[in-house]
């Protein structure tokens, strides 16, 4: 069975001289993961960067054996920020989250969108305040929505509001930009706590649960933030 389609690199690794696995991110059949037969050669290894977008010529013979998948490049994302560390690692992050939260061959059309929209946000000043929105979208698309306009609750230190989450053993600030997604001045305090807040979020509900850890890909942007 033959299926067109096109999408998103998320991943991808050496399987033997000449091929190599890869995991897409697709606009019709949701995650998907084959062999590109190929893959390492000058031709294609190229531009199988991770984010960039691809067609794909996906060969399904059945369902005990990997597919093969045919790709053709026709927007090469990631290139545009190979002089901006940060915003590659961001990217590569981005990806791998993808990658562990969505289940395979399970289509929906928001995430693949949402992807879409992950590269207009790079190219804006305040590109990691929308990027930790992205995540937050990203979560309420596979059934784990934060909903922190809900749950937070709030006070005012020194005339300005604060708002936090609150249980029985601690009390958890929560960066206004997060409740109130029109605040324009963002600073990188406020993106390190709220990347900190996803990410304890994620680990708990998500990962630990699921035998799982925070992928190292996105501890690796979040301690180039940190320097």
Known sequence: MIKIDEGFLLSKFKYNENSIIADFYTKNNGKISGIIFGGTSKKIKGYLQVGNFFHLNINS???????????????????????????LHCIISAMTLTKYL??????????????????????????????????????????????????????????????????????KIVPNFLVNQEVDTVDLIDI????????????????????????????????LLQN
Do not use: C, H
């Open 192 to 223: 390190l706590k709220g990347i900190t807040l996803v990410s304890n979020y994620m680990e708990k509900n998500i990962f630990f649960p699921n035998n799982m850890k925070i992928p190292t890909q996105r501890s690796e942007f979040i301690n």
């Open 61 to 87: 013979k059945n369902e005990t054996k990997a597919s093969s998948i045919k790709v053709e490049i026709i927007k090469p994302y990631t290139p545009l920020f190979f002089n901006n560390q940060k915003k």
């Open 102 to 171: 969505t289940s395979e061959n399970e289509d929906n059309k928001n995430i693949f969108d949402l992807l879409e929209f992950f590269f207009l946000q790079l190219n804006k000043e305040d590109w990691l305040k929308s990027y930790i929105i992205w995540e937050l979208t990203l979560l309420k698309y596979i059934g784990y929505d934060l909903n922190l306009k809900n749950i937070v609750q709030k006070e005012f230190v020194n005339n300005k509001t604060v708002y936090y989450v609150k249980s029985s053993t601690q009390k």
